[in-house]
T-cell receptor, first 114, second 117 residues
Framework: AQSVAQPEDQVNVAEGNPLTVKCTYS??????LFWYVQYPNRGLQFLLK??????LVKGSYGFEAEFNKSQTSFHLKKPSALVSDSALYFC????????????FGDGTTLTVKP | GAVVSQHPSRVICKSGTSVKIECRSL??????MFWYRQFPKQSLMLMAT?????????EQGVEKDKFLINHASLTLSTLTVTSAHPEDSSFYIC?????????????FGSGTRLTVV
């Protein structure tokens, strides 16, 4: 079975400060890891993914994430937060052999204050 | 990039009626589509996996007779909520799976807010 944990329900940061949204995972085999953002009453928007290769993955809107195999983590980061980054963020994992079925974390609400 | 169109974005229906939600892949063929349900301030719950031309695979606890899924073509999957009740009110999201260069990618629809009154 595969699982994802996002230990923080809420993350608050000031605009201009760096932000981190945490994610740890459990999966059999090599993982596919994803981050998505969701705005109110909208579907999910893809931010970035790790499949293979460099552990540091750069994605949309200045976000990046670092894959750490030993810690089974895939934390989302951004060097300088914007108020418009305020949204709900989901981490997801999929085993690379399972035809694409993803398991999502419970989500972390990011609030960036001016 | 890949785009998935989901309609309607919002629907209000009377209890006991059926509602159909469509999910279309606009510029690619989606052999596999996923249907999720999301309750307020909660994560996505996978309801079923839909493969073109075959019966959908439902997750445990999801009533297949209540949530009818049809994936008749490579670009269209539909979810029909039959005999809807207020407890079916939720946000439903579809996702299409694409395989590029040996790896899977996922594109999500914009979601459908269903309210049953």
């Amino acid at each position: 079975a595969q699982s994802v944990a996002q230990p923080e329900d809420q993350v608050n940061v000031a605009e201009g400060n760096p932000l981190t949204v945490k994610c740890t995972y459990s999966v059999s085999g090599n993982p596919y890891l994803f981050w998505y953002v969701q705005y109110p009453n909208r579907g999910l928007q893809f931010l970035l993914k790790y499949i293979t290769g460099d552990n540091l993955v750069k994605g949309s809107y200045g976000f990046e994430a670092e894959f750490n195999k030993s810690q089974t983590s895939f934390h989302l980061k951004k060097p300088s937060a914007l108020v418009s980054d305020s949204a709900l963020y989901f981490c997801a994992v999929s085993a690379n052999t399972n035809a694409g079925k993803s398991t999502f974390g419970d989500g972390t609400t990011l609030t960036v204050k001016p | 990039g890949a785009v998935v169109s989901q309609h309607p974005s919002r629907v209000i229906c009377k209890s006991g009626t059926s509602v159909k939600i469509e999910c279309r892949s606009l510029d690619f063929q989606a052999t596999t589509m996923f249907w999720y349900r999301q309750f307020p301030k909660q994560s996505l719950m996978l309801m079923a996996t839909s493969n073109e031309g075959s019966k959908a695979t439902y997750e445990q606890g999801v009533e297949k007779d209540k949530f009818l899924i049809n994936h008749a073509s490579l670009t269209l999957s539909t979810l029909t909520v039959t005999s809807a009740h207020p407890e079916d009110s939720s946000f439903y999201i579809c996702s299409a799976s694409t395989r590029t260069g040996g790896y899977y990618g996922y594109t999500f629809g914009s979601g459908t807010r269903l309210t049953v009154v």
